[in-house]
T-cell receptor
């Protein structure tokens, strides 16, 4: 059974703080993804990684960075949190093969005040 | 034009009826198609994947793909109140690992 875990379910941070969101998967997946989900806008891809130390920008990378030092772990970093980054953040992972099913973690509800 | 379009609903069906959810996509080279169910406050859960034209059945769920029309659908037979959720359609082009998601269709099954 695929398991993707995220470090926090709920997080409250202040404007300007540096925020780290962690994601860990236990299925030896090559690909890992960070999305944010907002009402009316759906899921939007922030960054993805297809290998250790490799990363690709998604549709909305501004204000975010990522780190993947180990295959199972993918971190999202908000360098200086702003109120417009209040959102649900979802991590997902998948194999890099013709079977590309993505599996999601439980999500982190981040509020920036 | 959005990559993936879904009718946002809400779609309401009585318990025991067939719920039909539809999705269109813009890029003809898209290769892989997925349906996710998302309960309020929860993360998306994969329920079906389909890669070739035609129908794919899994229990009460049937996914249908028509690449010529760039159309994917999900049928839920014998709908139950527990099926009430938002259903997300996702598409992968096959040229990379990026998925494109629709904004979801909200389904309510009325007991």
């Amino acid at each position: 059974d695929v398991k993707v875990t995220q470090s926090s379910r709920y997080l409250v941070k202040r404007t300007g703080e540096k925020v780290f969101l962690e994601c860990v998967q236990d299925m030896d997946h090559e690909n890992m993804f960070w999305y944010r989900q907002d009402p009316g806008l759906g899921l939007r891809l922030i960054y993805f990684s297809y290998d250790v130390k490799m990363k690709e920008k998604g549709d909305i990378p501004e204000g975010y960075s990522v780190s993947r030092e180990k295959k199972e772990r993918f971190s999202l970093i908000l360098e200086s949190a702003s109120t417009n980054q209040t959102s649900m953040y979802l991590c997902a992972s998948s194999h890099a093969s013709e079977v590309l099913e993505q599996y999601f973690g439980p999500g982190t509800r981040l509020t920036v005040t | 034009q959005k990559e993936v379009e879904q009718n946002s609903g809400p779609l309401s069906v009585p318990e025991g009826a067939i719920a039909s959810l539809n999705c269109t996509y813009s890029d003809r080279v898209s290769q892989s198609f997925f349906w996710y169910r998302q309960y309020s406050g929860k993360s998306p859960e994969l329920i079906m994947s389909i890669y070739s034209n035609g129908d794919k059945e899994d229990g009460r769920f049937t996914a249908q793909l028509n690449k010529a029309s760039q159309y994917v659908s999900l049928l839920i037979r014998d709908s139950q109140p527990s099926d009430s959720a938002t259903y997300l359609c996702a598409v992968n082009r096959g040229t990379g690992n990026q998925f494109y998601f629709g904004t979801g269709t909200s389904l309510t099954v009325i007991p």
